[in-house]
Nanobody, 121 residues
Framework: QVQLVESGGGLVQPGGSLRLSCAASGSISSISTMGWYRQAPGKQREWVASFPSGGSTNYADSVKGRFTISRDNAKNTVYLQMNSLKPEDTGVYYC???????????????WGQGTQVSVSS
């Protein structure tokens, strides 16, 4: 069984910072791309950032220059450092990862349960 668990969400004032973490655990053979999505109230889930294994990072235009995605392959963990937060960054943030488990050679897209980020004064 493989699962992704996010942490680090919360309430922050505009201009503030938060750091999200997402740890993958279980019978993991390898992880390729890891990334973050978010869903604001009443809106569809949107892509925020991604980090392919051995590749370069990519960001949505709305967060470029403010958010930084990083990963620790030894810990199977991806991070999202969010600076200069705006009210429009409010939403539930989900991590995902393309995971190959030890019992299934087919890569599967896995999702975390989400963590709430609220930006408000």
């Amino acid at each position: 069984q493989v699962q992704l668990v996010e942490s680090g969400g919360g309430l922050v004032q505009p201009g503030g910072s938060l750091r999200l973490s997402c740890a993958a655990s279980g019978s993991i053979s390898s992880i390729s791309t890891m990334g973050w999505y978010r869903q604001a109230p009443g809106k569809q889930r949107e892509w925020v950032a991604s980090f392919p294994s051995g590749g370069s990072t990519n960001y949505a235009d709305s967060v470029k220059g403010r958010f930084t995605i990083s990963r620790d392959n030894a810990k199977n963990t991806v991070y999202l450092q969010m600076n200069s937060l705006k009210p429009e960054d409010t939403g539930v943030y989900y991590c995902n990862a393309v995971v190959r488990s030890t019992y299934n050679p087919t890569p599967l897209l896995m999702w975390g349960q989400g963590t709430q980020v609220s930006v408000s004064s």
